[in-house]
């Protein structure tokens, strides 16, 4: 768990801490996939006593594995995100929409994983030259060409084909 002490800081108004954390993570889960990563994720975050919340700022960054949307094959994919969260103290009953913690010490590992789910690439991709798989044999084509027919058909349009050799 990525947890910064916080015990001084929240006595001390205006102050700021530094910390600069290196922890392995749990696999993360998305869309029934799970994602491991590949080396500890390394937080440096700074944390400031605003008087009414401590305000904590920095990147997180480390290395994930994915699996390539086009040849399905693993690749590791580097990540460095912003990370920037105000949290109020649990006994704080104004704190609104704030995130709130009690005791001495502030667990921020949820609010990074949210921040690292929301860098994750739309489609990930080994490359953008990566070719794909065959879509008749199932072949990696990054790999090795296959021996297919190379017929350029979007199979949505399959079916007029079709209807001409019945013509």
Wanted: hydrophobic share 40%; charged share 25%; glycine share 8%.
């Amino acid at each position: 768990m990525l947890q910064l002490d916080v015990a001084r800081l929240k006595r001390s108004p205006g102050d700021t801490a530094s910390f600069d954390l290196l922890e392995d993570l749990p696999p993360l889960e998305l869309s029934g996939e799970v994602i491991s990563f590949a080396a500890p994720v390394n937080a440096r975050l700074s944390a400031l006593n605003t008087g009414k919340t401590i305000a904590v700022t920095g990147e997180v960054g480390g290395k994930l594995e994915l699996k390539c949307g086009r040849c399905l094959g693993t690749f590791i994919y580097d990540f460095a995100v912003p990370f920037e969260e105000n949290y109020a103290m649990a006994q704080d009953t104004a704190a609104g929409n704030l995130l709130s913690f009690s005791g001495d010490y502030l667990d921020v590992t949820p609010e990074v994983e949210k921040s690292i789910y929301l860098a994750l690439p739309m489609k990930a991709l080994c490359s953008e030259e990566c070719r794909g798989l065959c879509p008749v044999c199932g072949k990696n084509l990054n790999e090795d060409a296959c021996g297919c027919a190379a017929e350029e058909i979007d199979p949505r349009l399959g079916i007029l084909k079709d209807l001409l050799k019945k013509e």
